[in-house]
């Protein structure tokens, strides 16, 4: 029986039904488990109930010492956590490695946004003092992706540590191998009992954290749909903080260009890196029509042509690694169909080789003559829609015909074009002349409109990871110097 539960400083056998993870590059199991029943996430709950006050009141540095004591474990580890990563995802360990650089790079930079964001301000008055200070939620449930099964749920687990909260953390049901070695370090680096618990599981493990009556808030990075699923269950709970990172249907308009092979560059970096499979990668891509736009078009094709997609572990690493799953791969192939029939023109088909496993080829296609038609969908994957342009103002507007809005980006020689673009476009990542994927963790991370919630994350974590204390204080009770009208004492 796999111990694949950590719950109270215990691993524990799950009580459910049997779960896999599948590496997506070679089609073979590479973990098993069974699922978290509801008694057992109870027991988590009520774990991380449990060690709450004690963890809280545990001083600022002796949290942190923790936490960086992780962060070592990290760096330690780095090259087998990279390992498993790209086993687990496919993507390739060059990546994966930048994966575990960001995981550890989080500790600092959570360090800092703790003080900057959440940190003690104190201002004089009259009579006594006035203070700002900030506490834990008390028990917060996090919700990772499997795209970035380590950075991501690590963006929401470190802060809200340092910041004095305990966890129940459910990863994505495609990525428990990397969650388990995750919590092992945490476990390692000396964590309390009942601080940080890990269950897994899928929907149903998911609905029934999400729903318990236990939580103070929940952290959730993934899809839209789920996130507005818990939007639902969250409704009529006021009291509850949630923090919804979800996706996107990103914009990249490109405009006079000198350099055509630097704007190729940064639209394959915004388009394929990781395989499509990034929240910020860009969906639609806006190209002027006229021969400059044809030209750029052209030396497009070319480079995705060329993108090397192979094993994760090649010694000649790949670019571009299998998509989480095989079933991802095909829902990618049948959604460029979908764009097909309805009037699309693929430029560069995306294709599934192998039907077993997770690799597709990068595609292009051209929906130009299909806007009407077009689906505001996140497709997750190395698909970009092309759309031809012969106004930079209908550009921006089509740019803007999303319900999400998570990144943008323009590509341009012309500041003043760009200013046009940045006071016109609608996201909470607007980059000029740089891929709109790799947003950094030292700024905040986040979108408008169904891309989230209004909890940035990232820098911004912090914030949501405690909640402000105003105090006003003085150490003896004083009569003020003069009394209120019609007052005698
Ligand atoms: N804005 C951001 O920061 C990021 C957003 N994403 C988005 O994540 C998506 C890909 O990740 P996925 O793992 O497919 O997301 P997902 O929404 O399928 O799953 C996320 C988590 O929610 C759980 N879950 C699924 N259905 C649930 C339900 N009904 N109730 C409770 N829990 C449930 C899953 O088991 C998993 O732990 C993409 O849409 C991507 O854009 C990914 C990375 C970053
Ligand atoms: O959360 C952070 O620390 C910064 C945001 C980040 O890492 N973004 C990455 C991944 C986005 C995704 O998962 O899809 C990026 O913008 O490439």
Known sequence: MQNTHFINGQWIAGEGHDIQSVDPAKNVVIWEGKSATSP?????????????????????????????????????????????IARETGKPEWETATEVAAMIGKIGISEKAYHERTGTVENPMPVGQAFIRHKPHGVVAVFGPYNFPGHLPNGHIVPALIAGNTIVFKPSDLTPFVAEEMVKLWAQAGLPDGVLNLVQGEVETGKALASHPGLDGLFFTGSSRTGKLLHEQFAGHPGKILALEMGGNNPLIVKDVADTDAAVHDIVQS????????????????????????????????????????????DDQPFMGAMISASAAKMMVKAQDELENAGGRVLVRLAQKDETKGFVTPGIIDVTDMLDALPDEEHFGPLVKVIRY?????????????????SAGFLGDSEEDYRYFFQRIRAGIVNWNRPITGASSAAPFGGIGESGNH?????????????????????????????????TL
């Open 390 to 406: 012969d106004n930079f103002d209908n550009a921006i507007a089509e740019a803007n015909n999303t319900r999400f809005g998570l």
């Open 271 to 314: 388009a394929f890196i990781t395989s499509g499979q990034r929240c910020t990668c860009a969906r639609r891509l806006f190209i002027p029509k006229g021969e400059q736009g044809d030209a750029l078009i052209t030396r497009l094709i070319e480079v995705t042509n060329n993108i090397k997609v192979g094993d994760y572990d090649a």
């Open 455 to 487: 909890r940035g994350s990232a820098y911004y974590a912090a914030d949501y990871c405690a909640y402000p204390v105003a105090s006003v204080e003085l150490d003896k009770v004083t009569l003020p110097g003069a009394l209120s009208p019609g007052l």
């Open 40 to 84: 057992q996430i109870n027991a988590a709950v009520s774990a991380a109930r449990h060690a709450a006050p004690q963890w809280a009141a545990k001083s600022f540095e002796e949290r942190l010492n923790i936490v960086k004591k992780y962060g070592e474990l990290l760096a330690e580890n780095k090259a087998q956590l990279s390992k498993i």
